[in-house]
Structures are given as structure tokens and as C-alpha cells.
């Protein structure tokens, strides 16, 4: 159906940045929504940020003025540029996309993760 390939992941120190890209492939025809989710040790997954097919951005207030999120539709590829880091943002990233507005945890199509450190 959809397959999705992510890169980026890696080792970071507090104050740093990095870059997560996402490559979608297959039927993207009905693809809306594309973004990211992370999930921390003890912790529930949780919205980083989307991007509709029309350019609507959602983050979380967590991250908000930290990282922007962006999409190459006729690429159907998502970056997340992820500036100022802290080791709050340690998590495993997941890309994701739906066919709605929204992402769905059981609807959606989603990559395997990658991790992303902060060192303090």
C-alpha cells in the first residue's frame, strides 16, 4: 500500500539540530496528512507535527518555534528541521501519513522509527 523510508536519526548535543527526512512511496494518491510522532521511554506516542497535502502545519507545543516540518509532494517526501534540541526530545521518531487531515495510531501508514539522542 504505502511504504515509508526514514533517515536522519542520530546523536545530537543539547542546542544542536538535525534533520529527519521521510520518503513515501506507493498508492499516495489518497494520502493527506503526512508528519511526524515520538515516543519517549514511559511515555505514550505523541504528535510532533503534520503537514497536509495544501500546506496546513500542526506541531506540538513542545516543539513549537523549534522545528518546522516540510513537504515535497510531487517528491512525497517530508522533512522535519529540528533546531535548538533538548534531551526532552530524546524519543524514537516515526513518520506517518494518512489519508485524512489528521494521523491516525491505527488507521495510518507508518515507518519502522529512528532514534534521536540528545546529550545533555
Known amino acids: 500500500q504505502v511504504q515509508l523510508v526514514e533517515s536522519g536519526g542520530g546523536l545530537v548535543q543539547a542546542g544542536g539540530s538535525l534533520t529527519l527526512s521521510c520518503a513515501a512511496s506507493?498508492?499516495?494518491?489518497?494520502?493527506?496528512?503526512m508528519g511526524w510522532y515520538r515516543q519517549a521511554p514511559g511515555k505514550q506516542r505523541e504528535l510532533v507535527a503534520t503537514i497536509t497535502r495544501l500546506g496546513s502545519r500542526n506541531y506540538a507545543d513542545s516543539v513549537k518555534g523549534r522545528f518546522t516540518i516540510s513537504r515535497d509532494n510531487p517528491r512525497n517526501t517530508v522533512s522535519l528541521q529540528m533546531n535548538s534540541l533538548k534531551p526532552e526530545d530524546t524519543a524514537v521518531y516515526y513518520c506517518a501519513a494518512d489519508e485524512g487531515v489528521r494521523i491516525s495510531l491505527f488507521r495510518g501508514y507508518w515507518g519502522q522509527g529512528t532514534q534521536v539522542t540528545v546529550s545533555s
Open positions: 506507493g498508492s499516495m494518491f489518497s494520502i493527506n496528512a
